[in-house]
């Protein structure tokens, strides 16, 4: 990997281990199944769950909203919307209806009858609007609509940088929005890995550019494809697929991994050039058969989404409700001494007939124990230092997960 990646990652700083797995049922909270779009406003930092019928929003104060036709107008079975956000103003496309303004729980149509659109992406207070067929980009500002770019069926902007692509082998850029400069690049150049890509994201801090994909990333900057991250310049990378990105506050990469069928498999984060912090099903609630999106707020919360649960990797600042939402089923697991280095004493009050698994941080287990009371005592003092999770599954299936740390 080439120095300026190098620098770029470890100019960041990352405290891993404050963190820890808080899972929400759905069915308890919202309605939604994010089937279409699992997103994030940084404005309010709200998360947005868009469902084909519905939308669920959850503020920073954990209230849950559901809409549904009553406030946003008639809705298709088929994959129909998509939001967006500016400074001032909620916006969403709906296919063959066209482009709303969502603002104080109402919606207002701005600009109709859009077919077969592909996606909708803001940059300060522009809005794009990717079209399918015929296949280019519009531009919405001010009230005003115009014609972006020929051949553009995936864009992303930030300040004066735009850049485009059609999601396999090429990708593009031009600045200051105009679309008669623009300049394609990658066709051939050895930093770009040519294939189908599944997700493209700035960093929060830099104008460099990544493109997730089937064979990895890569990473352009200053208009040129500089550097790539893949299994054979990175190590413990789960995959070479990359399904999604985030950046995390301190620009630290987080991604989602997919195996041969690009269904999700892990989520992993990039320290230097080592892949840690990976979270598999087996170390986190985390159902990734059914993975859905992953989203980074404001206030540092990550935030993954599966079929049935919305999970969140806390830390020090996330909202308080979170911390409060699985106290009681957290207190039920009580684990002694922590950190430990000879013996860990494992209670809970359901502890017969379930049983424990402890998991390393690699997502491997390394015990797994169906205890016959409701105290069992493990023997660590030739287990390697470190953080491990234990994981209580109870008769009904259901898990709670804890952390230890191991110190000699």
Known sequence: MKLFSILLFLSGTFISFAQSWTSIPKSNYFSASPREQ?????????????????????????????????????????????????????????NGYGLYSFNNELSTSLYPNFNDFKGIS???????????????????????????GQLHPVILAKDTFYYFSNGTSYVGYNVNGNPGNSVYLSFNDPD????????????????????????????????DFIDTLTPNNTTNMPSSRVLEMEFDLDDNLWAVFGDANNDGIALARLDGTNWSDIYTSANSPIDFSSFIGIE?????????????????LTNANSPAWLGNL???????????????????????????????????????????????????????????????????????????????????
């Not at 930092?45 to 008639?74: K, Q, R």
């Not at 994201?201 to 208009?223: E, H, Q």
């Open 296 to 312: 980074i707020d404001t206030l540092g919360t990550i935030w993954v989404v599966d079929e049935n649960n919305l999970h969140a």
């Open 192 to 223: 770009f890995l040519q294939g189908l890509f599944h997700d493209i994201k700035y960093t929060r801090r830099t104008d460099s550019l990544f493109v997730g994909g089937n064979k990895g990333i890569s990473i352009a900057y200053n208009y």
């Open 122 to 148: 803001t940059n300060l207070d522009t809005v794009y609007i990717v079209l399918n067929s015929p296949n280019f980009t519009k531009k919405y500002i001010n009230g005003m609509v115009t014609d972006f």
């Open 38 to 94: 699992f997103t994030h406003s940084p404005y309010s930092n709200t998360l947005w769950c868009v469902g084909v019928n519905n939308v669920a929003t959850i503020t920073e104060g954990g209230i849950f909203t559901n809409y549904t036709i009553n406030e946003l107008g008639p809705l298709s079975s088929n994959i129909d919307q998509r939001f967006a956000f500016t400074s001032t103003d909620i916006f969403y496309i709906r």
């Open 326 to 408: 699985e106290l009681s089923k957290a207190e039920e697991l009580l684990l002694s001494p922590n950190p430990v280095s000879d013996e860990l004493n494992i209670q809970h009050k359901n502890l017969l007939h379930s049983k424990i698994e402890i998991i390393d941080m690699k997502g491997q287990i390394v015990l797994e124990e169906s205890p016959n009371s409701s105290t069992i005592i493990i023997d660590v003092r030739k287990w390697k230092e470190g953080f491990y999770i234990v994981r209580f599954i109870s008769e009904d299936g259901e898990a709670v997960n804890a952390k230890i740390q191991i110190k000699h």
